[in-house]
């Protein structure tokens, strides 16, 4: 069935996702209000990147696949209509410049998040698009080819196409409280049970609170499920008061999170000394001892272990900090190394979904046509970012989904010759 040119389109949610969508849909000639619940937009982007926002990845699309354990496929065909080198494009002849850092990482040259709300706000003025604040929708309803719309405090707006995208349900301080997930369902969508996905880990018992403020680089961690290793990463970690937090902690949280909630048994195993072999290492520890011969231990190991990390290394190990080094035996120089290349951490929950990173869970993506970000259940309903259920690792994968599925959106949902390629029910 054809169906006729959206040319009003509302936009529920002000954050990364909803502002690109609204920049795109004017683009394409569209009449475009966005509605966003918070007194501001942006409000998350302001946080993102530790308040520098990385913005996106120089790395080619097939790792943003990759560095996408929640649906990553499923973003091939927005990857393809805007990637990250359009983005970039976009936003430096736009007047955004940025820098490539670590990792591919890409920040804006004035390392300022609120550079980059503010470039949005201003590029969303002057396309023409309306922006209505303190606007939180409550009610979206279908009738024939219409859409209505009612915010909380009684406001009704209707338009030709509506973009849902209204972020996940972490940082609900930002605005984004999964009240999006409300509004699909009210139209018949389905919704992936949410939890976090780059989100801290709590540890068992104290050992991990004993180091706290402690921040590793260059160590490695193994996700351990039912005491089956299923996948190890090497980086930085931090120790913290409940647990684990940290890159390389948050990456593998998502199916921490997951197996935790299917009641099994999680560990994290951290290789603190991941370039030196069991061999190498215990040649180093015997070393360090000679040196310091007529030290205790817990004195003998500061040129190999941070001085946070020597009394619970020891205390895991089994091994008295009190113990001289010279008088150190075999056997508990092989539960020394055996500690430094596997420690245990019992994992007991994830910090609340309040505090992830990202929500992994979300508006089903069976439900949605890669390539137009339309509902394959009403034509002219169009979904954009975190409120889908898509989660990426750290590295600015986040904002470019959001990003390249708010772009898609928004010039489909834009299109003055629309056609859907989905029937009304
Ligand atoms: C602390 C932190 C740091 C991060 N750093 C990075 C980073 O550096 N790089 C990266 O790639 N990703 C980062 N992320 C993740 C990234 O910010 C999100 O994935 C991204 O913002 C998702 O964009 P979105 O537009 O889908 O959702 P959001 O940015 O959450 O925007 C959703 C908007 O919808 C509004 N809204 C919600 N419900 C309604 C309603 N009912 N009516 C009207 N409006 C509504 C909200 O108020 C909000 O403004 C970070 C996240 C956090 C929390």
């Known amino acids: 069935m054809r169906v006729s040119a959206p040319k009003q389109v509302l936009v529920i949610g002000g954050g990364a996702a909803g502002q690109m969508a609204a920049w795109a849909a004017a ?3 569209a009449h475009v209000v966005v509605l966003e619940k918070m007194p501001q937009t942006g409000l998350k982007m302001g946080l993102t990147g530790k308040g520098r926002c990385n913005i996106t990845n120089a790395r080619p699309i097939n790792e943003f696949i990759a560095e996408t354990p929640g649906n990553g496929k499923f973003l091939y065909g927005a ?15 736009n007047g955004l410049l940025t820098n490539v850092e670590r990792g591919g990482r890409v920040f804006p040259v004035s390392d300022s998040a609120q550079e980059v709300r503010s470039f949005f706000r201003t590029r969303l003025q002057r396309a023409g698009v309306t922006i209505h604040t303190s606007a939180a929708v409550q009610s979206l309803r279908r009738d024939g080819n219409r859409y209505s719309v009612v915010t909380v405090d009684g406001r009704r707006y209707e338009a030709d196409a509506v973009i849902i995208a209204t972020g996940g349900a972490s940082y609900p301080q930002t605005g984004s409280d999964g009240s999006g997930w409300r509004l699909a369902e009210q139209l018949g969508h389905r919704i992936a049970p949410p939890h976090g996905a780059l989100v ?12 706290q403020g402690l921040s590793l680089r260059h160590v490695e961690l193994t996700l351990e499920v039912d005491g089956r290793r299923r996948e190890t990463l090497r980086g930085e970690m931090l120790f913290t008061h409940f647990g684990l937090s940290g890159p390389i902690v948050l990456s593998l949280s998502g199916q921490a999170s997951a197996a935790l909630q299917e009641k099994r048994q999680v560990r994290m195993l951290l290789d603190v000394k991941p370039a030196l072999s069991a061999e190498q290492l215990a040649r180093r520890i015997q070393r360090d001892m000679d040196t310091h011969r007529r030290k205790m231990l817990g004195n003998a190991l500061h040129d190999l272990l941070p001085q946070k990390m020597i009394e619970p290394l020891l205390e895991a190990a089994g091994v008295a900090p009190t113990r ?41 993506i069976k439900e949605i046509q890669a390539s137009t970000m339309e509902s394959k259940l009403c034509p002219g309903l169009y979904f954009a970012g975190e409120v889908l259920d898509i989660h990426a690792n750290t590295g600015g994968y986040n904002l470019q989904a959001a990003f390249s599925t708010g772009f898609v959106a928004g010039s489909e949902a834009g299109r003055q010759d629309h056609e859907s390629h989905y029937d009304s029910n």
């Open 27 to 29: 683009e394409q000639g």
């Open 79 to 93: 990857y393809r209509r805007f990637s990250n080198q359009d983005l970039l494009e976009r936003l430096h002849e």
């Open 200 to 211: 801290p880990l709590v540890t068992a018992g104290d050992t991990a609170a004993s180091m």
């Open 324 to 364: 001289i080094a010279a008088e150190l035996t075999r056997a508990e120089r092989q539960a020394l190394v055996a500690t430094c290349k596997a420690w245990s951490f019992p994992i007991v929950a994830t910090r609340p979904l309040r505090e992830a990173i990202v929500t992994a869970g979300g508006v089903c």
